[in-house]
């Protein structure tokens, strides 16, 4: 900020209008504010104070009265302040609040405080507010600082100033913290402090899980398969000395460790995948060799039973051969039947010859002829009798061939159609075997 211009007038201990010109006592860059004590050079710096915020640093703050008593009874009190801040100008002109007569009949009455602030635009002076409240912000944010900041960090009360000179040294830091507003940087200490128990805690906090996950971890390891050393700082005491290895060091080692311990897993892995593979390839040969070895042993029995079958085929085949022979006699029937007849005939004869018997029993050469034939007739009786008592047994022995023949005829049929059958997955068994 740079001041260009203050009117003081009936305030303080300034009874007319006083007027300062900043630019002219500026033009060496630094000026010097100097005069007898009561001359008014803490006056000024009110004045300012009181153009800005509206009231006045110190002490006087408090007395309530900015107007001088030295001035006529219906002068306003007036400031005038006219600063730039950077390339903006501005100009405030604010009075107190104040007591004057009244203009219609005996007494006093009350001025309230008023303010005007302008800024330089346009070649002409813009009207920012007219508003106490008002001004009080826009000048604030102006500025960029308060009234207690303003007459610390700008002004030194006088008053204070002489105080600290006289005051001992926690005296003056007490001073010193409500000039320049020190609390912030207690409240900053203080922060830091709070801050810095909280970070400790957290520190703590970590430390002891990252202790419990370290030994999570070591145990881990420990437990991994193979033979794995044990771990860096396992076995080391809760707070580790200088020498042994950081938390971040243990867990690269046990990641290290894990990884072999992965690599040899992969590997016993692939190796038991392997041998997995070479054993689901032995049980498939067993499998097939013992379903091979299986319908080996059902085609022997087949082959057993083919054979037996064989040699009842060819008995059968014997028995059909002796029944085919047997079916030769076949024809002898109309023979039987005519030597039934003829044994008939000659039963009859055998009867008439007896009957002539009886008849020429007296003629010798007659009874020696007829006996004669008796006997040729009674052999030949004979041969037909034995051929007669044979001839139903001939008839139920052919009959009995007959049936035989057929059953055989259809035992052969079947085992002909059975053979025929099993003769191809016979082959193609043996030739897989």
Not at 49 to 60: I, Q, S, T
Not at 126 to 138: A, F, I, K
Not at 254 to 282: I, M, N, P
Request: some cysteine; aromatic content about 4%; charged content about 30%.
């Amino acid at each position: 900020m740079r001041l260009h211009r203050l009117e003081i007038r009936a305030f303080g201990p300034f009874a007319d209008t006083e007027e300062v010109d900043f630019d002219a006592v500026t033009r060496s860059g630094l000026f010097l504010l100097h005069g007898p004590t009561g001359s008014g050079k803490t006056s000024v710096l009110d004045a300012v104070c009181f153009a800005l915020y509206g009231a006045v640093p110190g002490a006087r703050a408090g007395a309530g009265r900015l107007r001088s008593d030295h001035a006529a009874p219906d002068l306003a009190p007036k400031v005038t302040c006219e600063f730039s801040i950077g390339p903006r100008r501005f100009e405030v002109v604010r009075s107190p609040a104040w007591e004057r007569p009244k203009r219609r009949g005996e007494g006093m009455t009350t001025e309230p405080a008023k303010v005007t602030v302008r800024e330089w635009a346009d070649g002409s002076w813009l009207t920012r507010t007219t508003r106490p409240d008002e001004s009080g912000h826009l000048l604030t944010g102006v500025l960029g600082m308060g009234h207690d900041q303003f007459t610390k960090l700008v002004l030194l009360p006088q008053g204070e100033f002489a105080a600290f000179l006289r005051a001992d040294a926690e005296t003056r830091r007490v001073m010193l913290e409500k000039l320049f507003d020190t609390d912030r940087f207690s409240a900053v200490q203080q922060w830091l402090r709070d801050t810095t128990g909280l970070l400790r805690h957290r520190v703590d906090e970590d430390l002891a899980v990252t202790r419990e996950l370290l030994a999570r971890a070591d145990q881990a390891v420990l437990a991994l398969p193979g033979d794995v050393p044990d771990p860096p700082g396992a076995s080391g005491p809760p707070d580790p000395p200088d020498d042994e290895p950081s938390p971040r060091d243990r867990l690269a080692g046990h990641l290290a460790l894990a990884l072999r311990a992965r690599e040899e897993a992969t590997s016993r892995r692939t190796a038991t995948s392997a041998g997995l593979a070479r054993a689901r390839q032995a049980r498939t040969a067993g499998v097939d060799l013992a379903r091979r070895q299986a319908d080996h042993a059902r085609l022997t029995a087949s082959a057993r039973r083919l054979d037996a079958g064989a040699t009842v085929q060819e008995e059968n085949r014997l028995r059909v051969r002796n029944a085919e022979r047997a079916l030769g006699v076949a024809p002898v029937a109309p023979e039987v039947h005519d030597a039934e007849q003829a044994l008939d005939t000659a039963r009859a004869g055998l009867d008439h010859a007896v009957t002539s018997l009886d008849h020429a029993a007296q003629d010798d050469a007659a009874l020696a002829s007829a006996s004669e034939a008796l006997r040729e007739r009674t052999g030949l009786l004979r041969g037909i009798a034995v051929e007669a008592e044979r001839l139903p047994q001939v008839e139920a022995h052919r009959c009995g061939l007959a049936d035989e023949v057929d059953r055989e005829r259809r035992a052969l049929a079947g085992a002909v159609a059975a053979a025929a059958s099993f003769g191809p997955a016979l082959a193609a068994t043996l030739e897989r075997l």
